[in-house]
């Protein structure tokens, strides 16, 4: 008879999170894509009726992002893989007006670092990203020094031997993270800006929908911004968490908040 106290250690299973993330985000970038172009509407009905055929996300027992298609027993708690929170960055699936699984997202993270994660350079990378998702400035601040102090290397490259250019483009692309985001259909201006950041300034980053922002703060508060619309329409600006809804001429505008 077999064995029911028997333990087995696996690294794959069928339908794993990150899976069901990934298709998740295809579907919905064809969907919007097809709808934006008005075209292939036949197949967009298909693929709305397959998503809806998909698994949901999950919170385990625990409190945090179920990993597997069962809710199995970690066997390394601390591993620097994060891979099923793709959801939150870079994909848009986990936000907060996901709240359930906006605080086991939050909840994952805090039990990796708490068992060791984020120790090599492409890692802590995608976690000063997810910390930036999570709206936690401070955190992000946090990250971006372990970053510099203990994953990187005196040429500046990322550690993970011999080095890891991961880590260096993830670090940049996570302090943009920080400063700007554009997934929720919101321009969001500094959204997660440590309180040690105090003054500073950011030019060119651009924001999705064909928008190009250059900002200044001072004393923590935003103080000067130009944003250049590809295209003129109106568009929602979040900042400091109030909406503004303004109409963007083609070309430069200076925003007053």
């Given amino acids: ?125 995608w976690i000063i990203s997810f910390f930036a998702r999570l709206l936690d400035g401070n955190e992000c601040g946090r990250q971006v020094q372990l970053l510099l102090e203990k994953s990187t290397l005196p040429s500046l490259l990322s550690t993970h031997p011999p080095f890891q250019i991961d880590g260096n483009f993830g670090g940049a692309a996570g302090i943009a993270e920080m400063l700007l985001q554009s997934h929720n259909e919101e321009i969001d201006l500094l959204p997660a800006l440590p309180s040690t950041w105090k003054s500073g300034s950011i030019r060119g980053l651009r924001a999705r929908g064909g928008y190009t922002i250059n900002m200044k703060w001072s004393a923590n508060k935003l103080t000067a911004l130009t944003i250049t619309a590809d295209s003129a329409g109106a568009h929602a600006i979040r900042y400091n968490g109030k909406v503004k809804r303004v109409f963007l001429k083609k070309g430069e505008n200076n925003i007053s908040l």
Wanted: charged share 20%; glycine share 8%.
């Fill in 1 to 125: 008879m077999p064995n029911s106290n028997r333990k087995e250690t696996s690294q794959l299973c069928y339908g794993s999170t990150i899976d069901i993330e990934i298709i998740n985000g295809l579907f919905n970038y064809f969907i919007q894509s097809a709808t934006c172009l008005g075209a292939d509407q036949d197949l967009v009905s298909r693929v709305k009726e397959v998503q809806r055929k998909l698994p949901p996300i999950r919170v385990g027992a625990n409190g945090t992002i179920q990993e597997w298609m069962e809710d199995f027993e970690e066997v390394e708690p601390g591993h620097r893989h994060m891979s099923h929170l793709l959801a939150l960055y870079p994909l848009n699936l986990i936000t907060p007006q996901t709240e359930d699984l906006f605080m086991a997202a939050r909840k994952t993270i805090d039990r990796r670092l708490a068992n060791g994660g984020g120790h090599t350079g492409w890692s802590r990378a």
